[in-house]
């Protein structure tokens, strides 16, 4: 594939995300943050968003394995996770945990564990689709382009 | 957003890029959020304005380094934090005599819960994640607050 075309194909990559609310206005903030200075800066913010978020799954999982669960706890890591998927842009997983919120709240085990599982879901989904889009980025900065906007 | 006494929408007096940037210098700001991702956030929007902030986890860490002697000309206050959280960081340094301005950054939308958050002593709150608008807003509102400390 020649530089065009992938470019091309970056571009209408990166829309399709937009579309199907994999990604939403905050990702194209955190674009616009990053600069000659900082030219590693989604990636890096991104990075961390993964980590954070594969240790929050974790804690929630743990949290509601416990044979008297404290949903309090599980409330905080999913409240974390909430912001940082939102401050990201991540909106589906923002919206999973919009919805898993509201069975803490109601103190549902059957609820929260669904919720988990869609978390968990939409956070792969999410994850798959940067890394290719990452991938993407790197063969045109390789073969010598630059990112178009 | 919620404004606080004295605050007031009026129109953004908008300097060229590299003005804003140079004028910003000398503003000092605190970042105060336990979440490493939104300091890595709030720090790099805050960068892009000139502006070189110091950021820490925790409200406690926020109120002992005011002890220490520390001063900041605007201080972004999450609310939800471990060890100290904002609201009680606030009432601390409201206490403590400290002026500068705080503006709680909370990720809760809720109108009673941002009241709640005002009510302790912030200048303004507004609702995660921080944006240009905003931060032009906050420096605008600066400026005009540095002025009216001259003036006095």
Known sequence: ?149 | MVLGNGASSSSLNMKSGEDKVNSNKNLSVLVVDDDPLIRMLHDMHLKKFGLNPQVVEDGKKAVDLFRIGASFDLILMDKEMPVMNGVEATKELRDMGINSMIVGVTSRGLEIEMQDFMESGLDFCFEKPLTPDMITFLLNELNKKNDDDNND
């Open chain 1, 1 to 149: 594939m020649d530089l065009f075309q992938l470019q091309r194909r970056l571009v209408d990559y990166r829309a399709s995300l937009y579309h199907e609310d994999f990604l939403d206005e905050q990702f194209s903030q955190l674009q616009d943050l990053q600069d000659e200075n900082n030219p590693d800066f989604v990636v890096e913010v991104v990075t961390l968003f993964f980590e954070d978020s594969e240790r929050l799954l974790n804690e929630l999982a743990k949290a509601l394995e416990q044979p008297i669960i404290d949903f309090k706890r599980v409330d905080a890591h999913v409240h974390q996770f909430k912001g940082s998927s939102s401050s990201i842009g991540a909106q589906r997983v923002q919206k999973a945990c919009i919805a898993f919120r509201n069975y803490c709240e109601e103190q549902n085990v059957e609820g929260c564990l669904k919720c988990l599982q869609q978390l968990r879901h939409e956070y792969s989904l999410v994850k798959t689709k940067l890394e290719s889009m990452f991938q993407l980025e790197q063969q045109i900065l390789s073969a010598g382009g630059s990112i178009p906007m």
